[in-house]
């Protein structure tokens, strides 16, 4: 059962708007939420999470926002730049201690110039 | 560089034969975990370590597959037997007790 959902296999948006990358979940022991970005031929880059006591967390460029009510989580991009052209997964844990990850099925972000 | 270091980055092998592949995690993390991602799909948990405990094993992670950390510092994984539904690409991650994986850059493991 696939317990993190990226419903969108790709996007496309102009370099200096804004990028949303949407991700749902089924689990309701899900407490701790993050994003990652890959290139081509690396490893996965983590970029940011949100604990499930709080709505909203924001780092430069990227916020990510929860609504737990409705098991979904998104990330803003704002500005887009042709440099965060990747593949963005969605992750989640139960539990901070030790817990594994699970990941949706990726989103492949593209700025366009 | 003091990240996580995966070797070897791609392994050709022929259907049958055995392979090992090798993580060394960030120094001071005492977690330790191996994931599997196929083309379009994200990251599949196959196990985890704490310290040189192999603590959970996914159910993907089947008796050809085992994965060892002796020490508590570098790990394998080994498949034997290798199928065509091996082809991965196999991520190993690490991270303290809390907060976010670190992850190498993986091993493509190609079965021909």
Known sequence: DQQVKQNSPSLSVQEGRISILNCDYTNSM???????????????????????????????????????????LSLHIVPSQPGDSAVYFCAASAGTSGSRLTFGEGTQLTVNP | ????????????????????????????????????????????FLTYFQNEAQLEKSRLLSDRFSAERPKGS????????????????YLCASRRDTGELFFGEGSRLTVL
């Open chain 1, 30 to 72: 899900f407490d701790y939420f993050l994003w990652y970005k890959k290139y081509p031929a690396e490893g996965p880059t983590f970029l940011i999470s949100i604990s499930s006591i709080k709505d909203k967390n924001e780092d430069g460029r990227f916020t990510v926002f929860l609504n737990k009510s409705a098991k979904h």
């Open chain 2, 1 to 44: 560089d003091t990240g996580v270091s995966q070797n070897p980055r791609h392994k050709i092998t022929k259907r049958g034969q055995n392979v090992t592949f090798r993580c060394d995690p960030i120094s001071e993390h005492n977690r330790l975990y191996w994931y599997r991602q196929t083309l379009g799909q994200g990251p599949e």
């Open chain 2, 74 to 89: 570098f790990s394998t994984l080994e498949i034997q037997r290798t199928e065509q539904g091996d082809s991965a690409m």
